[in-house]
């Protein structure tokens, strides 16, 4: 039987489960489509045959209208590392509640909020902070200053990144792919992720003095969990100095795999750097800062760059941000990365045992065996200790990950129906993770959902490992 045809019947008997177990859900969705274009205000929700309805959730878990319980391993994308019901939060939102909210004015926490943002990630290079709604906001808005200050047009960005929905690079658009995007009208300069060579002669190609600004996520949270090397920071730093851009990271997401955000452990700092998800304590949230020669120019009294927003300081974020920021300290910073350390090194565990791993990775020590994509080539790069090996080809399943963000992912031409049978997998098991397999870890997580997850991939792998080696 081909591949194919495997996993497009598998996934099917997959979805017929699905929307017998799911019939509450499956109404509400149809019920959503009069008011809501295919019943959906937020497309990275968006589930074949349909998404599931959540009528409540506590601590770690969900629980749907159809009165199933989950797992939840997505932490609503990294906003919510805290779970659905930390109680020092929920505190601070009933303080906040109870003082009034949408006060037109300053107060006191957004001040507090603002020191201890600046004290906690200054190592990456925030000396002085604004507060933004989103993460993408924060991005949008870095972007603006950047061609304000440095006069100039071109936007250096990479493979597999994403800064918010108006700035979404994968790598069909970067092929030349003509399909709609909503992509800001910038100058965007396109380069792939990782490779200082590549990258270095598209910038020698530039003209002079043209680049604005450089925008990158050390870690790509959307593009599959991919880590920049420390090499790959610095050159991009480099760069920034000797042509005058401005060097912008987002650290919307991977801001979490580090006590003062993830470039600080490369030791490499931003000119600007923009921050969300889980930093408003699991409100509506993002922030951008830097240097504070860039930073003091947003000072109204100096009326140079002009940035509004009526819930920049709202009073639930400032509030649930400044209790979040302690509850996630450091110890629970190196807890949590070792939690997933430990998740992946197990799943490289099952993959290598189970054969879907080539040979050539079979053979190593597996436990320093680092996994990651180049985007160029299809090939796999094995790292043991200092020495790299370079495969000819993407095992057909396998898991890139930095600390706690880390993303089970296909290879091949039915990536995405693999993709999708995996996440029908989880979902038979009560386990709630993203369609695309990203699973940022929350501190609700305990041993026994990682545990509980683990057996699911065992059993995935060994349900259809022949199918899968058959591809590759």
Same mark, same amino acid.
Request: some cysteine; glycine content about 10%.
């Given at each position: 039987?081909?591949?194919?045809?495997?996993? $497009?019947?598998?996934?099917?008997?997959?979805?017929?489960?699905?929307?017998?177990?799911?019939?509450? /859900?499956?109404?509400a969705?149809?019920?959503?489509?009069?008011?809501?274009?295919?019943? !959906?205000?937020?497309?990275?929700?968006?589930?074949?045959?349909?998404?599931? &309805?959540?009528?409540?959730?506590?601590?770690?878990?969900?629980?749907?209208?159809?009165?199933?319980?989950?797992?939840?391993?997505?932490?609503?994308? /990294?906003?919510?590392?805290f779970?659905? /019901?930390?109680?020092k939060?929920?505190?601070?939102?009933?303080?906040?509640?109870?003082?009034?909210?949408?006060?037109?004015?300053?107060?006191?926490?957004?001040?507090?909020?603002?020191? *201890?943002?600046? $004290?906690?990630?200054?190592?990456?290079?925030?000396?002085?902070?604004?507060?933004?709604?989103?993460?993408?906001?924060?991005?949008? &808005?870095?972007l603006?200053?950047?061609?304000?200050?440095?006069?100039?047009?071109?936007?250096?960005?990479?493979?597999?990144?994403?800064?918010? #929905?108006?700035?979404?690079?994968?790598?069909?658009?970067?092929?030349?792919? &003509?399909?709609? !995007?909503?992509?800001?009208?910038?100058?965007?300069?396109?380069?792939?992720?990782?490779?200082?060579?590549?990258?270095?002669?598209?910038?020698? !190609?530039?003209?002079?003095?043209?680049?604005?600004?450089?925008l990158?996520?050390?870690?790509?949270? #959307?593009?599959?969990?991919?880590?920049?090397?420390?090499?790959?920071?610095?050159? %991009?730093?480099?760069?920034?100095?000797?042509?005058?851009?401005?060097?912008?990271?987002?650290?919307?997401?991977?801001?979490?795999l580090g006590?003062?955000?993830?470039?600080? &452990?490369?030791?490499?700092?931003?000119?600007?750097?923009?921050?969300?998800?889980?930093?408003?304590?699991?409100?509506?949230?993002?922030?951008?800062?830097?240097?504070?020669?860039i930073? $003091?120019?947003?000072?109204?009294?100096?009326?140079?760059?002009?940035?509004?927003?009526?819930?920049?300081?709202?009073? %639930?974020?400032?509030?649930?941000?400044?209790?979040?920021?302690?509850?996630?300290?450091?110890?629970?910073?190196?807890?949590?990365?070792?939690?997933?350390?430990?998740? *992946?090194?197990?799943?490289?565990?099952?993959?290598?045992?189970?054969?879907?791993?080539?040979?050539?990775?079979?053979?190593?020590?597996?436990?320093?065996? $680092?996994?990651? #994509?180049?985007?160029?080539?299809?090939?796999?790069?094995?790292?043991?200790?200092?020495? /790299?090996?370079?495969? %000819?080809?993407?095992?057909?399943?396998?898991?890139?990950?930095?600390?706690?963000?880390? !993303?089970?992912?296909?290879?091949?031409?039915?990536?995405?129906?693999?993709?999708a049978?995996?996440?029908?997998?989880?979902?038979a098991?009560?386990?709630?993770?993203?369609?695309?397999?990203?699973?940022? %870890?929350?501190?609700?997580?305990?041993?026994?959902?990682?545990?509980?997850?683990?057996?699911?991939?065992? *059993?995935?792998?060994?349900?259809? *490992?022949?199918?899968l080696?058959?591809?590759?």
């Amino acid at each position: 039987m081909a591949t194919a045809t495997y996993v $497009e019947n598998a996934l099917r008997g997959a979805h017929e489960e699905y929307s017998k177990r799911n019939a509450r /859900s499956l109404k509400a969705h149809q019920d959503a489509h009069a008011h809501l274009p295919g019943g !959906n205000t937020r497309t990275v929700l968006h589930v074949n045959p349909f998404p599931l &309805t959540w009528a409540s959730a506590a601590s770690g878990t969900l629980t749907s209208i159809d009165g199933d319980t989950y797992v939840d391993l997505l932490g609503e994308f /990294s906003a919510g590392i805290f779970g659905h /019901s930390e109680a020092k939060i929920a505190e601070a939102v009933r303080v906040a509640l109870s003082k009034g909210w949408n006060y037109g004015g300053n107060s006191q926490t957004e001040r507090q909020f603002a020191q *201890k943002v600046c $004290e906690r990630f200054g190592p990456s290079g925030i000396e002085l902070v604004r507060f933004t709604n989103s993460g993408t906001e924060s991005n949008t &808005t870095a972007l603006g200053a950047a061609l304000a200050i440095t006069k100039r047009r071109k936007i250096l960005v990479f493979s597999g990144g994403y800064h918010g #929905s108006t700035l979404v690079f994968p790598m069909a658009l970067m092929q030349g792919s &003509t399909a709609p !995007n909503m992509n800001l009208p910038h100058e965007f300069v396109y380069a792939p992720y990782n490779n200082v060579p590549e990258t270095n002669l598209i910038l020698e !190609n530039l003209p002079q003095d043209s680049l604005a600004a450089i925008l990158v996520e050390p870690v790509q949270g #959307s593009g599959g969990c991919r880590a920049a090397t420390k090499e790959f920071l610095h050159f %991009l730093r480099d760069i920034a100095d000797e042509t005058g851009a401005l060097l912008i990271f987002d650290e919307v997401m991977c801001s979490r795999l580090g006590y003062s955000g993830y470039s600080a &452990t490369r030791g490499v700092r931003g000119d600007i750097v923009t921050l969300g998800k889980y930093i408003g304590g699991g409100m509506t949230f993002g922030a951008f800062g830097g240097r504070r020669d860039i930073m $003091e120019l947003f000072d109204p009294s100096k009326n140079r760059l002009f940035h509004p927003g009526t819930f920049n300081n709202n009073v %639930l974020s400032m509030h649930a941000g400044l209790v979040g920021l302690d509850i996630y300290h450091a110890g629970e910073v190196d807890r949590l990365n070792k939690l997933g350390e430990d998740l *992946k090194t197990r799943v490289q565990q099952i993959l290598i045992d189970e054969g879907i791993y080539p040979d050539t990775v079979k053979s190593a020590s597996w436990n320093l065996i $680092e996994i990651d #994509s180049l985007q160029h080539g299809g090939s796999v790069q094995l790292q043991l200790g200092e020495a /790299s090996t370079t495969l %000819l080809d993407f095992p057909p399943m396998f898991i890139t990950a930095r600390g706690s963000m880390l !993303n089970v992912r296909f290879s091949g031409v039915d990536a995405s129906k693999w993709q999708a049978l995996y996440h029908h997998h989880m979902l038979a098991r009560n386990i709630h993770i993203a369609v695309r397999g990203y699973t940022p %870890l929350t501190l609700a997580a305990t041993e026994a959902h990682i545990d509980d997850y683990v057996s699911a991939i065992q *059993k995935f792998v060994q349900t259809h *490992k022949q199918a899968l080696i058959s591809k590759s």
